[in-house]
C-alpha cells in the first residue's frame, strides 16, 4: 500500500526530511510557503555531528567543498585577551570534522534531487478518523495524507493549530546581528565576550568570514558599531565593513521553543518547530537533520504510523534536552559580571565545550 508523507517547509529541517524518507523509498511531498528558493545569505557553524547528518543524508561533499574547517576555537575578552582555546580538529577526530558555511551551500546541498512545492502554504490540518491527515492550505485547496512532518519553523503554523506556544527570548540574547565580509584577519573561530556583548568571527570561505553579534541594544544599526567600538581590531574593521556594505548587516530575534510534546497522532514537529534553541552551541541544523533521520527511519521500519510521532519522541527527547540544558548553563555563566565569569573560564569552559560535545559524538537511533 502506498503511503505519503507530507513535509511542511523547506528549510534544513524539512530538506533534510524528504532526504530521509527517499532514502527509504518513502513518498513524500514538500510544500514551502515561500514563492522561490530560499536565497539565505548567512553562515552557519556546523559541529561535527551536523556535518555526520549531512553525509548521511549523501549532502556532504558540496558542503565539505564550499566551507572552511573548524579546526580551533579561541575565546577571548572584549580586550582580546585569550581565555582559552579548544583544539576542535582533535575533538571530532574519528568523526566528521567541524565545518563553517554559506547558509545557502546547505540548502543547496539538500535539495539536490528533491522537488518542492513552491507558494504552498499550509492553513491548518485535521487528524481524521481512518488515520489519515487532511490538510488545508492558504489558497483554500486540500490534501489527504498518511503523515505530516512539520518543519515550519519557529513560527510553526502546524504547531499554532495543534498546541499553540509562544516562542520566547533566548536566555543569551534577544536577538543578533549577522553578516558575512571580508576576513579582517581572523585564521580560527574566534569569539570576543564583555558586559552583554558577544562578538563572534569564524572563517566562512576563502578570504570572507561569517560575523555574529548579540544584540541586547536595539535593532538601529547605529548601535552595532556604538556597542563594539571597544573590541579589538578584527571586530571593528569587519562591524566597519558591514556598515559601508550595499546589504545591511540581517538583524532578527533570537527566539526558543520548550513544548512538552512534539507529536499529535500522526503530526509531529521537526527542527525549530519543535524546538528552536539558541546558538550557544550551534546545534540548530544538526538537531534538525537528526530529527529527520530518526523519523524517517521508524517511519520505514514501522508499519503502524500512528506510534511513530511517539517512538520518535522517546528517542530525540534526552538528545534535544541535553542541547538545551548545556545552552542554559553557558547563557547563565555568560550573564555573570566579567569579574565572576573570567577567572573560572579557562577551566570551565573546556570542560562545558567536552561535556556538551561528547554526548554528541555518535547519533543514537535507540
Ligand atoms: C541568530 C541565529 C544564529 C544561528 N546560527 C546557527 C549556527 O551557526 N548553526 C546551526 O546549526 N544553527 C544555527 N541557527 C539555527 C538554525 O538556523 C536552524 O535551527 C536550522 O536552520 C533549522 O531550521 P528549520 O528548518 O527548522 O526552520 P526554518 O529554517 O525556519 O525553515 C522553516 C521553513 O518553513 C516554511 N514555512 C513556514 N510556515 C509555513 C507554512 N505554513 N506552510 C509552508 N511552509 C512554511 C518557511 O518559509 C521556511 O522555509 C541559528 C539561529 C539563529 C536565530
Excluded at 549523501?58 to 580586550?79: K, L, N, S
Aim: charged residues 20%.
Amino acid at each position: 500500500m502506498s503511503r505519503t508523507v507530507l513535509v511542511v517547509g523547506a528549510g534544513i529541517a524539512g530538506l533534510a526530511a524528504a532526504r530521509a524518507l527517499g532514502r527509504h523509498g518513502l513518498e513524500y511531498r514538500v510544500v514551502e510557503r515561500r514563492p522561490h528558493p530560499s536565497t539565505a545569505g548567512l553562515g552557519l557553524n556546523l559541529p561535527g555531528n551536523a556535518v555526520a547528518a549531512l553525509a548521511v543524508l549523501g549532502a556532504a561533499d558540496d558542503v565539505r567543498a564550499a566551507g572552511v574547517p573548524v579546526a580551533r576555537r579561541e575565546y577571548r575578552t572584549a580586550g582580546g585577551r585569550l581565555l582559552f582555546d579548544v583544539d576542535e580538529a582533535r575533538f571530532w577526530s574519528g568523526t566528521a570534522g567541524s565545518i563553517c558555511v554559506r547558509h545557502q551551500v546547505v540548502l543547496d546541498a539538500l535539495t539536490a534531487g528533491v522537488s518542492v512545492d513552491h507558494a504552498v502554504a499550509v492553513a491548518s490540518l485535521e487528524q481524521q478518523a481512518d488515520g489519515s491527515v487532511n490538510v488545508l492550505f492558504a489558497d483554500g485547496s486540500e490534501d489527504r495524507v498518511d503523515f505530516v512532518v512539520a518543519a515550519d519553523g519557529v513560527h510553526s503554523t502546524v504547531r499554532s493549530a495543534l498546541a499553540p506556544a509562544t516562542p520566547r527570548p533566548s536566555l543569551m540574547t534577544a536577538a543578533s546581528w549577522r553578516f558575512i565580509t571580508a576576513n579582517p584577519g581572523v585564521d580560527c573561530w574566534t569569539a570576543w565576550t564583555g558586559r552583554g556583548c558577544t562578538f563572534l568571527l569564524i572563517p566562512v570561505a576563502p578570504g570572507e568570514v561569517y560575523a555574529y553579534a548579540s544584540s541586547s541594544q536595539g535593532v538601529d544599526i547605529a548601535t552595532l558599531a556604538h556597542a563594539y567600538a571597544a573590541f579589538p581590531e578584527p571586530v571593528t574593521r569587519a562591524v566597519a565593513q558591514a556598515l559601508a556594505a550595499p546589504v545591511p548587516p540581517y538583524h532578527s530575534p533570537v527566539e526558543e521553543v520548550r513544548i512538552p510534546t512534539w507529536h499529535h497522532g500522526r503530526v509531529t514537529l521537526v527542527g525549530d518547530a519543535a524546538h528552536a534553541t539558541g546558538p550557544v552551541w550551534a546545534q540548530g541544523a544538526a538537531m534538525a537533520m537528526e530529527d529527520a533521520i530518526i523519523l524517517a527511519d521508524l517511519l520505514a521500519e514501522t508499519d503502524d504510523w500512528s506510534t511513530v510521532g511517539s517512538l520518535w519522541e522517546q528517542v530525540r527527547r534526552p538528545r534535544v534536552e541535553h542541547v538545551q540544558r548545556a545552552t542554559d548553563q553557558l547563557s547563565r555563566l555568560a550573564r555573570l559580571p566579567s569579574w565572576l565569569s573570567h577567572p573560572v573560564a579557562p577551566l570551565m569552559g573546556p570542560r562545558a565545550y567536552r561535556a556538551t560535545y561528547e554526548p554528541l559524538r555518535i547519533l543514537k537511533k535507540t
